[in-house]
């Protein structure tokens, strides 16, 4: 049973450019939710997907925006990016409605802004 | 405003002596509990989860929670901690009713550091 899977694992950026990171689900999982993890800090929610839309969004500015594909998987893109962007980018995989199991989490993308 | 705070940043503990990390939320209405671990290298994985019934939950790895409303608290306990307890903890919490997404909100994350 395949967990939740990202891609790139790393990713090396310059100022202004833009990025796009994937996420694969855990096998029956609908709905996705992205994370920034800052060093040092909790991971932070960016938004979640469900039915290929975006379901709820945490405080990031619309340079953050994803999609979400009729396989469940995602894409989270980040436009113009900024020192700041640097962290840790994680995708967590759960099921719509079931708000008292765990979400799961992938290994992360590690991002960086030079 | 929704939030979770864990008290210790860094915990540093001799194998076999006892542990509690802290953990406070402030969240209007139902919520569910977790405790995440993040051991180096790995992904995010589930320890121990509360969301109704018994107060005190126990995970894996012998770690036990205890969920009191009271004093909007969820500590993290461990009789005799390993040296392969060392590892990030994260607490978090979500919404409970229905029409709640699932979001977690994370605290900023205990490091733990087991001396063997």
Known sequence: DAGVTQSPTHLIKTRGQQVTLRCSPKSGHDTVSWYQQALGQGPQFIFQYYEEEERQRGNFPDRFSGHQFPNYSSELNVNALLLGDSALYLCASSLVGQLNQPQHFGDGTRLSIL | ?116
């Open chain 2, 1 to 116: 405003a929704q939030s979770v705070s864990q008290h210790n940043h860094h915990v540093i503990l001799s194998e076999a002596a006892s542990l509690e990390l802290g953990c406070n939320y402030s969240y209007g209405g139902t919520v569910n509990l977790f405790w995440y671990v993040q051991y180096p290298g790995q992904h995010l994985q589930l320890l121990l989860k509360y969301f109704s019934g018994d107060p005190l939950v126990k995970g894996i790895k012998g770690f036990e929670a205890e969920f009191i409303k009271s004093k909007f608290s969820f500590n993290l306990r461990k009789p005799s901690v390993q040296w392969s307890d060392t590892a990030e903890y994260f607490c978090a919490v979500n919404g409970g009713s229905s029409s709640n997404t699932g979001k977690l909100i994370f605290g900023q994350g205990t490091t733990l550091q087991v001396k063997p």
